[in-house]
């Protein structure tokens, strides 16, 4: 089976602009996770989609939101981009069990 | 609340010589429990996986890792390190919706020749 793929593998963007990135999980996974991992902050979980709702959800700001579609692939948004959005966005598949298969990352750089 | 922390945030082995990471694990309930790893600029891998069934996880690459309740503890080894076990390790813990992965700040292990 093909693994958690993640596009695009890297992004620049400028304050204030907004971003969508997407994930498209494990073949066979409804559950599709986000997390953002910095330096400062460490991995913090964003939230989780099940079947095209959202069914979990982290301690970020309404900037942060998702969408999942009914072939359960998953975009991320962020509006208004700021300086300290700049990390590594990981997203994670998971299927029956509860361990979670993690994609290889967005780096977002925010200038 | 569940939470985990990883009690170095750095350890250095010499190759052929034993791995120890430790991680300490607060929770309300019976918790799932992994080790994941991270090598530079590469995605999440995971190592193991406790979910109250055997206390002993043997995991891949010879890792494995003991939960101990009365300690709230639950370490990764392994017998001898390898130069390519050089990574980030991350203990997680799964949040009560069993969905949200809480994570520790992460041990970097280095390997040296």
């Known amino acids: 089976k093909a693994g958690v793929t993640q596009t695009p593998r890297y992004l620049i963007k400028t304050r204030g602009q907004q971003v969508t990135l997407s994930c498209s999980p494990i073949?066979?996974?409804?559950?599709v996770s986000w997390y953002q991992q910095t330096p400062g902050q460490g991995l913090q979980f964003l939230f989780e989609y099940f079947s095209e709702t959202q069914r979990n959800k982290g301690n970020f700001p309404g900037r942060f939101s998702g969408r999942q579609f009914s072939n359960s692939r998953s975009e991320m948004n962020v509006s208004t981009l700021e300086l300290g959005d700049s990390a590594l966005y990981l997203c994670?598949?998971?299927?029956?069990?509860?361990?979670?298969?993690f994609g290889p990352g967005t780096r977002l750089t925010v200038l | 609340a569940q939470s985990v922390t990883q009690l170095d945030s750095h350890v250095s082995v010499s190759e052929g010589t034993p791995v120890l990471l430790r991680c300490n694990y607060s929770s309300s309930y019976s918790p799932s429990l992994f080790w994941y790893v991270q090598h530079p600029n590469k995605g999440l891998q995971l190592l193991l996986k406790?979910?109250?069934?055997?206390?002993l996880v043997k995991g891949i690459n010879g890792f494995e890792a003991e939960f101990k309740k009365s300690e709230t503890s639950f370490h990764l080894t392994k017998p001898s390190a390898h130069m390519s076990d050089a990574a980030e390790y991350f203990c997680v813990v799964s949040g009560q919706a069993g969905t949200a992965l809480i994570f520790g700040k992460g041990t970097t292990l280095s390997v040296s020749s």
């Open positions: 406790y979910t109250s069934a055997a206390t």
């Open positions: 073949s066979g996974h409804r559950s």
């Open positions: 994670a598949s998971s299927g029956e069990g509860n361990e979670q298969f």
